[in-house]
């Protein structure tokens, strides 16, 4: 838990304005004010409940703040991304501190702005670090985000899921289904858009819902898919609704949330599945071939098989969602 690292760095509470990039929905945030704090998250499950715990909650930041905590991400670019934004929202003589477990990196970023104006007040505790940097300006202007193109015609950011090229999985899901597709599909965890860009090609759509968490990998989506047939949401797939069933939902769920392997996550994105289809909708998913999603699949769905596939991956089919699921959404 960081609040531990969090109280030995601001023991009297986080000084003046406060920003915060990046929070954890229930994580303990006491050293910080709710009236003089903004958190700017991204992923909407985390910003819809820190949201309901009264801090003021962005997806963008605004303004200049006289105390900003940068939270570690997990890739390195995505993480200097957000420490110079940090940096670019922070007073004059106000305080940068950035924040991390040492299995994000904390220990190698911490390292490399030692060198480029050093940091103090270095607290470990809870497997991590947290240090406040001496000289924000000496963050290189380059750290900032920029675009980045996994092929031609597409954008993406670090950080997002797979923001340097098309994944695997995707890659085999999408090789694995019929030329003809329902009309009305869901894409669950669409990311940046590759796997519903090639839904889209495919005869028989006449609309796409793309939904997904990170705020940051559904404005690259939005870029990447112009057709008018698409809808964007952000959203929590878990508890995604929409007024009218679909007859067809396509995904490659995730099944890590943060660093830790989490196959609760892709049971529950099967079981949002089968609430969004009719009975006679069908579900295309990819999984990692250890993850034992049959099971889960089972209980929502009466006809379940395995279509494709290879000793890293199996792509599964199932139709025959339970009237149930749908009185229970
Ligand atoms: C394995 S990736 C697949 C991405 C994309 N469909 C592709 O083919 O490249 C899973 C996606 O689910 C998103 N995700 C994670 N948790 C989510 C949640 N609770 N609700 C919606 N999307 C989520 C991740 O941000 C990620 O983009």
New binding site residues.
């Given amino acids: 838990m960081r609040i531990s690292r969090l109280e030995l760095a601001f023991p009297e509470g986080a000084a003046g304005q406060t920003l915060v990039l990046g929070a954890d929905g229930a994580e303990d945030l006491s050293p910080f004010d709710r009236a003089s704090t903004l958190i700017v998250e991204g992923m909407?499950?985390h910003f819809a409940a820190l949201k309901a715990r009264g801090f003021n909650v962005a997806t963008e930041a605004d303004g200049h703040f006289d105390t900003v905590l940068v939270t570690l991400p997990r890739s390195r670019d995505a993480a200097r991304a957000r420490i110079a934004q940090g940096a670019a929202h922070l007073k004059p003589g106000g305080a940068l501190w950035i924040d991390g477990q040492k299995t994000d990196g904390i220990e190698s970023i911490l390292k490399e702005i030692k060198k480029l104006g050093g940091i103090s007040d270095t607290q470990s505790k809870a497997h991590g670090k947290i240090a406040r940097v001496d000289d924000p300006a000496a963050i290189p202007a380059d750290w900032a985000s920029r675009p980045l193109t996994p092929l031609p015609g597409f954008t993406t950011r670090a950080g997002?899921?797979?923001a340097e090229g098309?994944?695997a999985?995707?890659a085999m899901l999408a090789a694995a289904l019929p030329d003809k597709l329902p009309t009305r599909i869901v894409?669950?965890?669409?990311?940046?858009g590759?796997?519903?860009a090639q839904i889209l090609a495919h005869p028989g759509v006449t609309q796409l819902h793309l939904?997904?968490?990170?705020h940051t990998?559904l404005e690259c989506a939005r870029l990447n898919i112009t057709d008018p047939r698409a809808a964007f949401h952000w959203?929590?797939?878990?508890n995604f609704s929409l007024r009218e069933p679909v007859n067809g939902v396509i995904?490659?769920?995730?099944f890590h949330e943060g660093r830790a392997a989490d196959p609760g996550?892709g049971a529950a994105f099967i079981k949002a599945a089968a609430g969004l289809l009719t009975s006679a909708g069908r579900l295309w998913m990819v999984a990692n071939r250890h993850l034992p999603y049959e099971t889960q699949l089972g209980q929502h769905f009466a006809d379940v098989a395995e279509i494709g596939g290879d000793n890293r991956f199996k792509i599964l089919t199932a139709t025959g969602a339970g009237a149930r699921n749908r009185r229970t959404r």
């Fill in positions: 909407a499950q997002v899921f797979s098309i994944d999985g995707s894409d669950l965890g669409a990311g940046w590759w796997l519903s939904v997904e968490a990170d990998a959203a929590d797939a878990r995904m490659n769920p995730p996550l």
